[in-house]
């Protein structure tokens, strides 16, 4: 699955990254390296959707990212 979106940091408990995508989705990232983990980077990213996995932040569904490039 590919999304395109915003890279965020919130700061919520010890501080998560999310991509807030295009179609208003947001996402709690997984995976990538620290290039990716950006504030207000937009990115095309490429990777899986693990909406059945919990997460403290409770945001979003987690996000796996394989690949991605800015653009």
Same mark, same amino acid.
């Given at each position: 699955?590919?999304? #395109?979106?915003? !890279?965020? /940091?919130?700061? +919520?408990? #010890?501080? +998560?990254? #999310? ?7 947001? %996402? ?20 899986? !959707? ?8 409770? !945001?979003?569904?987690? /996000? +796996?990212?394989?690949? %991605?490039? /800015? +653009?």
């Amino acid at each position: 699955m590919k999304v #395109t979106g915003e !890279v965020k /940091f919130q700061d +919520i408990e #010890t501080g +998560i990254w #999310t991509l807030a995508s295009d179609d208003g989705k947001t %996402y709690l990232l997984a995976g990538g390296d620290r290039k990716l983990k950006k504030p207000g980077s937009r990115v095309e990213a490429e990777g899986d !959707v693990d909406a059945d996995s919990l997460n403290l932040a409770m !945001v979003g569904p987690r /996000f +796996i990212v394989k690949s %991605y490039r /800015f +653009i």
